[in-house]
């Protein structure tokens, strides 16, 4: 085991574009799954219309920055160096929490519901359920540590083996034709802004993942190949998602019933004959287990980097000298597998949405500002269009990142603008535990960054005040009570969202005077 003093010591991987493709898409899909409960709760003609407007408001933007940024800055780290270099070390700090807490606890839902399928399928009992679970983090955590090579060998088998059982559904769906699969538009009862709230914030969810592959770019003999499999995979995503709908509810009908736990995409195999539904029993355990593969190594990749920083423990820094993988940090999310994958996968989802819509929110401010930057001006990838229209697009990025932050629910908004809440002092504690200058009277904070500190706080008490508006008249105290079983928990999150607004807009005015007084004494 060895730690680095500089990123260019990590070992190097020739990976080309078919194994980058093959890892992007099992980050990005891995088939359809997730889009069973978008059906029933959005309606299948909701559900159609999002997955075709989600490429071109959401998908392609993302896809198109990430490669933009990737073939500007091939660093390991990513999204985070990206931030870090665009607005500074405070904001990629902060990105890198982010980016850092979603995944930890997104990466373990995806071996609850592979665990908890097969559990359910085999008759297991929660003891042997559990056995599996770590049996595969554990294999899984083995094909990581050999390096991204191994990764993106077994990422590209099972993309393979998942895209073409889709296109099977594809044809099985349009061939027995039986429904509408636009009918009705939405459920009976629902209106219009509920139902596309469920639609497009879980397809949101599904078109999501394509910055993951930038956090290995330093490990990549030529990191180029990204921004090409970028135009590859999304595309691909696409006919996974779109026509394969269209033939599932055309031939099954049933759309009240479709989700992770009803109608499925086994149901449309078994219109072809039991021996198709038994193949989509084993492809719906690979989409969960290859997206897990994927994601394993590459949220290690961040803590590393952040290590490398000093804003990180210093451990994390450590690689195996025979393969070159930091493998304390991958052990880091093994271990955080373990413990969450006996967690309820809602839970786990509610602590992340909200915070994934501000990361991508900052990707896109900060390829606004770098492709601007002579420095990058040589880039291999770049999008041609004026900047003017680039801007557009990332902005219309940033408004449904806004939206849909309100539109997701109280719950998720409350827990997500909390984990914000924390970075800040998150950021202070471990300056200055980690970076060197411990001297007497040695400023813990950079210039400039008590005015960045108390702009994100201003930031969250104004979220956080459109919330308290907002949520009373849009969320049902009846169905959170419902949920929850706790009477009033609906006013408790509004009150407890009223509160942080209160507490942001201090600390924001205290951070700002700082600043001030810091900038007389300079």
């Known amino acids: 085991m060895a730690e680095l003093k500089s990123m260019e010591e990590m070992k190097k991987h020739n990976v080309g574009v078919i194994g980058v493709v093959g890892i992007i898409y099992t980050m990005c899909c891995a088939g359809a799954y997730g889009i069973e409960d978008m059906i029933s709760l959005a309606g299948p003609g909701m559900t159609i219309l999002a997955l075709c407007v989600l490429p071109f408001i959401w998908a392609y933007p993302q896809a198109l920055a990430c490669a933009e940024l990737g073939s500007a800055i091939p660093e390991e780290g990513g999204i985070y160096k990206w931030m870090q270099k665009a607005f500074g070390e405070f904001w990629g700090f902060q990105m890198g929490l982010w980016t850092i807490i979603v995944n930890y606890l997104f990466v373990p839902t995806l071996i609850i519901l592979a665990g908890n399928y097969v559990g359910t399928a085999m008759g297991w009992s929660w003891g042997v359920t559990f056995a599996f679970k770590v049996a595969l983090i554990l294999f899984f955590g083995y094909i990581n540590w050999r390096g991204v090579t191994d990764v993106s060998i077994v990422s590209t088998g099972m993309s393979i083996i998942i895209f073409i059982a889709f296109m099977c559904i594809i044809v099985i769906g349009f061939t027995n034709w039986q429904y509408s699969p636009v009918d009705p538009f939405i459920p009976e009862g629902e209106s219009i802004l509920m139902s596309a709230s469920y639609a497009f914030v879980i397809g949101m969810w599904m078109y999501g993942g394509y910055s993951q592959m930038a956090s290995v770019a330093g490990e990549l003999k030529d990191p180029q190949v990204i921004p090409k499999a970028l135009m590859i995979a999304m595309p691909l995503v696409m006919l996974t998602y779109i026509p ?279």
Not at 393 to 411: A, E, K, P, Q, S
Not at 441 to 466: D, H, M, T, Y
Not at 499 to 510: C, E, H, N, Q, W
Request: glycine share 10%; hydrophobic share 50%; aromatic share 16%.
């Open 244 to 522: 394969s709908t269209i033939g599932g509810i055309a031939s099954v009908g049933q759309w009240e019933d479709w989700g992770t736990d009803g109608v499925s995409w086994i149901d449309v195999g078994y219109v072809a004959g039991p021996a198709w539904g038994a193949f989509f029993v084993i492809v719906a355990f690979l989409g969960q287990i290859s997206i897990f593969n994927s994601y394993l190594g590459t949220t290690a990749r961040t803590v590393f980097v952040m290590s490398m920083d000093k804003l990180a423990p210093k451990v994390f820094s450590r690689c195996s000298q025979k393969t070159g993988v930091p493998d304390i940090a991958l052990l880091s999310i093994i271990i955080a597998c373990v413990i969450f994958c006996t967690f309820e996968f809602s839970m786990i989802v509610m602590l992340t949405v909200a915070v994934s819509f501000l990361s991508t929110g900052g990707m896109m401010l900060a390829i606004m500002l770098l492709r601007k930057q002579d420095q990058y001006a040589d880039r291999p990838f770049k999008i041609n269009v004026p900047d003017g229209v680039f801007n557009a697009i990332c902005i219309m990025v940033l408004v449904v990142c806004v939206v849909f932050l309100y539109l997701n629910g109280t719950d998720y908004f409350f827990f997500g603008t909390t984990i914000i809440f924390i970075g800040p002092p998150l950021y202070w504690l471990l300056k200055r535990s980690y970076q060197e200058d411990k001297t007497k009277g040695a400023k813990v904070l950079n210039p400039g960054e008590r005015k960045q500190i108390s702009f994100l706080f201003f930031l969250v008490a104004a979220l956080c005040a459109g919330g308290y508006l907002f949520f009373p008249w849009y969320d049902d105290p009846d169905w959170f009570e419902e949920i929850y079983g706790i009477p009033g928990i609906l006013d408790i999150y509004i009150t407890g969202i009223g509160i942080m607004a209160i507490i942001s807009a201090i600390l924001g005015i205290i951070f700002y005077r700082a600043h001030k007084a810091e900038s007389r004494k300079a």
